[in-house]
């Protein structure tokens, strides 16, 4: 059977881990294709909110199998621990599995991502601090430890040691740091995460082939977003990895033929946590609105969100660049006390006007955006399930999203819980 990918449009926290837990219903698999610890994936459940990390958001089913696969970034005392608050709210962890490719996290990545975003001052980029960058830099460069090296204790000790000479050379003599200590890793990854680990470590690439052999349907769950993707975002200012589509062929180890369905979730607005370049971006009563209606403060890191109005722009190239079958427009209900809405439909520039996403990033950072301005709705949209009891200027709203973005919507969220969505699509 074919599988599914579930991928953020925009630069993250549109809302992956809702619709994923939704479309898990009807899924065996689901699997994390990149990112680590940085992400923060929110479900509702019959009131109770879980924010998962790194575990899969089809983790409350029990007939899923959740997958971490060989293009996430691990650490271990971040995965226990999160299995560990899930079985606290009597959720069944067991059958997570995680690939044995899959790179560790280790401390020397987290000191190094601290100490090098403090390095850039103004120009930093706002990382989750979480070792992310460092990690995926280690695996490039061909010096990572990887999941399966936890069932070799031998192995792990030695590339370990080779590591840290460097590890503890850069952070003593460029960065001033005090070095990290071999024994006190050695002690808290073997000693105590090993044991945990190891009977999750699986070959998921074979999982995930003989589940879709034997017709099962397969969900690849993206974390980050589109416009933070490492070759595709607005570089320097995203995050390690590449949560586009594409991404999911590698980082879950399939080939392109498999997959046809790609989920864009995308906000009814925008945010961004970090720095970088966004158009949209509101600094007036309206963004606080939003802070505040739409409760934008990050999932692990708390920071606050920066916000905007819809970007088609940005959301067209987004289309492009997965190969969209359909979006998911989530918390179209933040928007419901609003006026009226705005959609920026193209960019300006000394005169220029751009409809699709300007290749010369500088571009990006100055131009003006050209909206078109919808009449609001001004109902409470978070208990409408059914397409038909939607006031007509919401519906407006959205057809006026798919005929800018030249595809379906297909769902619609209007609040946090699972129940809170309805179908869009004719
Ligand atoms: P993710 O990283 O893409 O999974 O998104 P996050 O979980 O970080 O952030 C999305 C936030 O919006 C979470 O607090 C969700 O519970 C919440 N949310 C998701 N869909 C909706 C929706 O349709 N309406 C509202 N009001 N909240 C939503
Ligand atoms: P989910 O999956 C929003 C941002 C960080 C920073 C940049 C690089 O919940 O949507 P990193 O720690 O990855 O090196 O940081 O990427 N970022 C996210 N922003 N949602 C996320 O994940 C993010 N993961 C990373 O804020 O700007
Ligand atoms: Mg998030």
Not at 332 to 342: A, F, N, R, Y
Not at 352 to 370: A, C, D, G, M, N
Request: a negative charge; one cysteine or more.
């Amino acid at each position: 059977m074919p599988a599914t990918v579930v991928v953020g449009t925009q630069w993250g926290d549109e809302g992956k881990g809702k619709f994923t837990d939704l479309v898990a219903k009807e899924m065996q698999l689901v699997v994390r294709y990149q990112g680590g610890h940085n992400a923060g994936h929110t479900l509702v459940v019959d009131g109770e909110t879980f924010a998962l990390q790194l575990v899969p958001s089809g983790i409350l089913y029990d007939h899923i199998t959740p997958v971490i696969g060989n293009g996430v970034v691990v650490d271990p005392r971040v995965l226990i621990a999160e299995m560990d608050t899930l079985a606290a709210k009597g959720v069944d962890t067991s059958r997570l599995r995680v690939s044995g490719n899959a790179h560790l996290i280790l401390p020397y990545h987290q000191e190094i991502d601290k100490v090098s975003e403090r390095y850039l001052g103004r120009n930093k980029i706002g990382t989750t601090k979480r070792g992310i960058g460092p990690a995926y830099a280690d695996k490039a460069a061909r010096v990572g430890l990887r999941v399966q090296d936890l069932l070799d204790p031998k192995i792990f000790t030695e590339k370990l040691q080779v590591v840290l000479k460097e590890k503890n050379a850069l952070l003593a003599k460029v960065y001033n740091q005090l070095p990290v200590d071999l024994d006190s890793i050695l002690a808290e990854y073997l000693d105590v995460c090993r044991p945990r680990i190891e009977p999750l470590i699986a070959d998921t690439v074979n999982l995930v082939h003989d589940a879709l052999e034997a017709g099962q349907q397969v969900l690849l769950e993206g974390a980050q977003a589109t416009f933070l993707d490492l070759d595709h975002g607005t570089y320097p200012y995203v995050t390690s990895s590449n949560p586009v589509a594409g991404g999911a062929c590698v980082g879950a180890g399939i080939g392109p033929r498999h997959i046809d369905r790609v989920i864009g979730i995308a906000k009814a607005y925008v945010t961004r946590v970090g720095a970088g370049p966004f158009p949209t971006e509101l600094f007036d009563e309206i963004g606080d609105h939003l802070v505040d209606v739409g409760h934008e403060y990050g999932t692990n890191t708390g920071r606050r969100r920066r916000t905007g109005w819809f970007d088609a722009v940005m959301l067209r190239h987004a289309v492009r660049l997965n190969s969209l079958s359909e979006v998911a427009l989530t918390k179209l209900d933040v928007l419901d006390d609003l006026d009226t809405v705005k959609v920026c439909v193209a960019y300006e520039l000394d005169g220029e006007r751009f409809t699709h996403l300007p290749y010369h990033q500088s571009v990006v950072h100055k131009v003006t955006p050209i909206y078109e301005e919808l009449p609001g709705w001004k109902t409470d949209l978070s208990g409408i399930t059914e397409r038909k009891d939607l006031p007509r200027q919401a519906e407006d709203y959205i057809a006026f999203l798919e005929a800018q973005l030249g595809v379906p919507i297909g769902l619609v969220g209007v609040g946090p819980g699972r129940e809170q969505f309805l179908h869009f699509a004719a």
